[in-house]
């Protein structure tokens, strides 16, 4: 296999992974058993944008009080430090 495949294999897989992970995102977002829980997530495992940055997996401290991830519904109130509102 020469260098070029190879770049051109990774390119590809790494364009996969994103429309895969926008994919589920926009499931969990059209799922009405689904809900955003702000405040409990770790640094760069956020789902989605926020007014602080462009899109997901950007949070940049754990428990970011603006940032989320989608929970089944009636779950964020049991978590320590999770809200459905976004937190200052």
């Known amino acids: ?4 495949t190879l770049v051109n294999s990774a390119l590809a897989s790494v364009f996969a992974l994103g429309l895969v992970a926008n994919a ?3 499931v969990a977002a059209d ?8 405040g409990v997530v770790k640094a760069g495992k956020n789902d989605c944008k926020t ?3 462009a899109c997901a997996g950007q949070a940049n401290k754990d428990g970011q009080g603006d940032s989320w991830v989608f929970v089944p519904k009636g779950t964020c109130e049991k978590i320590i430090g999770g809200s459905t509102q976004p937190k200052a």
């Open 1 to 4: 296999m020469n260098s070029k």
């Open 24 to 26: 589920s995102q926009a």
């Open 31 to 38: 799922d009405k058993n689904a809900e955003k829980c702000y």
């Open 51 to 53: 007014d602080a940055h």
